[in-house]
């Protein structure tokens, strides 16, 4: 048999630090899955939620469980814990946490105040002057330039304070597109899909995803088992999924419903 113990924590990494702590064990030796990514929600103020993981234990080896709000009622009491082999656990479940689930306002309400455009401009207009709105609400001196093709739209902002509007690990960009992405596709009826680029974030994002995905594939390939990557949104499952689509030794899968969902590469048997 095996078990696992939870841990929450302001990101992962605080999680991570939390079980080894309680656990006594060091970083690189940890066995874990991520539940929950957690989400700084809307700007870090709605629908904000902690990251969890789940630490795999074990069969030969005992540790006695000590933290008081983790695990089942046996953890909490003390209780010996086995510790599974090492393996890389994939689980194909519905994701708990999306990061925006709690985000539920009224949309007419929620853009009240918002002049200058109706809902029957075109995507490009609409959208464009939406973000200006937001942006303008953060920071001085930003500049859009839109790029329009058959189904996508490229915002790319200049200017202004690009750390406030990137965010911590791009969280505050990725909730700004998320916004604009309702307001364009609510009034339109082919969905498009939109990006928000601040300088060359976009492109650095991309070409590390790319590499991260390369890595995750050899060790998938040289270990024989599947190996998943982060809760990640449709934009960064979709660069994974190309850069990995003439790999012939791989397979990708998205797992999950939500917002957010786990990327897992398979080796191809």
């Known amino acids: 048999m095996s078990s696992t113990l939870e841990f929450d924590g302001k990101d992962v990494d605080a999680a991570i630090l939390t079980a080894c702590k309680e656990l006594g064990v060091k970083k690189e030796k940890l066995k874990y899955d991520v539940i929950s990514y957690g989400s700084t929600g809307i700007f870090g103020l709605v629908g904000v939620k902690k990251a969890r993981i789940k630490v795999f234990y074990r069969n030969n080896e005992k540790l006695q469980a000590t933290s008081g709000d983790v695990g089942d009622e046996r953890e909490k009491n003390g209780a010996e814990v086995e510790i599974e082999n090492d393996v890389v656990t994939v689980k194909d479940e519905e994701e708990k946490d999306d990061g925006f689930s709690d985000v539920t306002p009224d949309f007419e309400e929620a853009m009240e105040g918002f002049k200058g455009y109706t809902f029957d401009d075109p995507p490009g207009i609409l959208g464009k002057k939406a973000l200006q709105r937001i942006i303008d609400l953060i920071t001085t001196d930003a500049m859009i ?8 739209l490229l915002f790319n902002i200049t200017g202004g304070n690009t750390a406030v509007l990137i965010g911590r690990r791009g969280k505050t960009l990725e909730a700004i597109q998320y916004i604009i992405e309702k307001i364009i596709n609510k009034h ?21 995803l790319v590499e991260l995905a390369q890595r995750m594939a050899e060790k998938a390939v040289k270990k024989n088992k599947p190996f ?3 809760k990640l949104n449709s934009y960064d499952r979709r660069i994974i999924h ?5 790999n012939k030794q791989v397979k990708t899968m998205s797992v999950g419903k939500n917002y957010y969902r786990r990327l897992v590469i398979f080796p191809k048997k």
């Open 242 to 246: 190309i850069a990995l689509k003439n």
């Open 188 to 208: 339109h009826k082919d969905r498009i899909r939109i990006q928000i680029d601040v300088g060359e974030y976009l492109k650095i994002k991309q070409n590390n």
């Open 145 to 152: 330039t839109v790029n329009e093709k058959e189904d996508e």
């Open 228 to 230: 998943s990557i982060g």
